[in-house]
């Protein structure tokens, strides 16, 4: 087992939130999948569970190495939960693709909120 990539990032809940209220569904649906956007309209402050996933999106791509972009999409980088209520990776399309790829065994994820921030470190293990 290796340790392939680590990424991590920060985002303002307050750009999430500014985010929503200019372009409402338009930007949800650009950068979340159904579920994620259920997931957070179910919790009494969405954005602060939106701001950790968009968080969590682009740590996944820095520790792949490629950003948003190209390789991978917002909507290739989605956060389920586990039963016990645990963030998950589930990669889609292109970022499945490429971790197939490179071998990728498991993204591994944790996810953090306060009222100002979400933030979100990822480790991607290799065979």
């Known amino acids: ?7 991590m990032d920060i985002v303002e809940t307050k750009r999430i939130a500014e985010s929503i209220r200019r372009f409402g569904d338009r930007f949800l649906t650009r950068v979340f999948s159904d579920g994620e956007i259920a997931y957070a309209k179910s919790m009494k402050f969405p954005s602060l569970h939106l701001a950790a996933r968009f968080a969590a999106k682009e740590a996944i791509s820095k520790a ?11 909507k ?8 016990s ?13 490429y971790a197939q790829e490179l071998g990728v065994t498991a993204v591994h994820v944790s ?10 470190s990822v480790v991607i293990v290799t065979k």
Do not use: C
């Not at 290739?76 to 039963?83: A, K, Q």
């Not at 645990?86 to 693709?97: D, S």
């Not at 306060?114 to 979100?120: E, I, Q, V």
């Open 76 to 83: 290739d980088l989605e956060i389920v939960r586990e039963p």
């Open 1 to 7: 087992m290796n340790i392939l990539g680590v990424g």
């Open 85 to 97: 209520g645990a963030p998950r990776v589930q990669l889609h399309g292109k970022a499945e693709a």
């Open 111 to 120: 996810l953090s909120h306060t009222a100002d921030y979400g933030a979100a």
């Open 64 to 74: 792949f190495g490629t950003g948003i972009g190209h390789q991978m999409g917002w």
